[in-house]
């Protein structure tokens, strides 16, 4: 399996940007559909936005469409999330995932899990 590491989250005013982060290692990182997900506290983890093995390829959930942007670098085995005009619903714990199943939106189609970075937007 891929290991992921996320970063890049913190605490923002609403109306911020924040840019998250996934490095992956140990597995060739454009062999993998790359997704995040987020769970804030007391709720299921949810699907964000997915991108597939050549970054051509991106889906979002209706929540974050016109406002994140996912994208990500083969060369540099790294998934990025730029996340504007935030709110503070989108405060949540960020996972980034990992799957060979083209077309995967569903948590459990991932294998390989980060081990999440912590998003806060304050209003």
């Known amino acids: 399996q891929v290991q992921l590491v996320e970063s890049g989250g913190g605490l923002v005013q609403a109306g911020g940007s924040l840019r998250l982060s996934c490095a992956a290692s140990?597995?060739?990182?454009?062999?993998?559909?790359m997704a995040w997900f987020r769970q804030a506290p007391g709720k299921e983890r949810e699907f964000v936005a997915a991108?597939?093995?050549?970054?051509?390829?991106?889906y979002y959930a209706d929540f974050v469409k016109g406002r994140f942007t996912i994208s990500r670098d083969n060369a540099k085995s790294t998934m990025y999330l730029q996340m504007n005009s935030l709110k503070p619903e989108d405060t949540a714990v960020y996972y980034c995932?990992?799957?060979?199943?083209?077309?995967?939106?569903?948590?459990?189609?991932?294998?390989?899990w980060g081990q999440g970075t912590q998003v806060t937007v304050s209003s």
């Open positions: 995932a990992a799957t060979f199943r083209f077309g995967a939106i569903m948590s459990a189609d991932f294998n390989s």
């Open positions: 991108i597939d093995r050549s970054g051509i390829s991106v």
């Open positions: 140990g597995r060739t990182f454009s062999d993998y559909v």
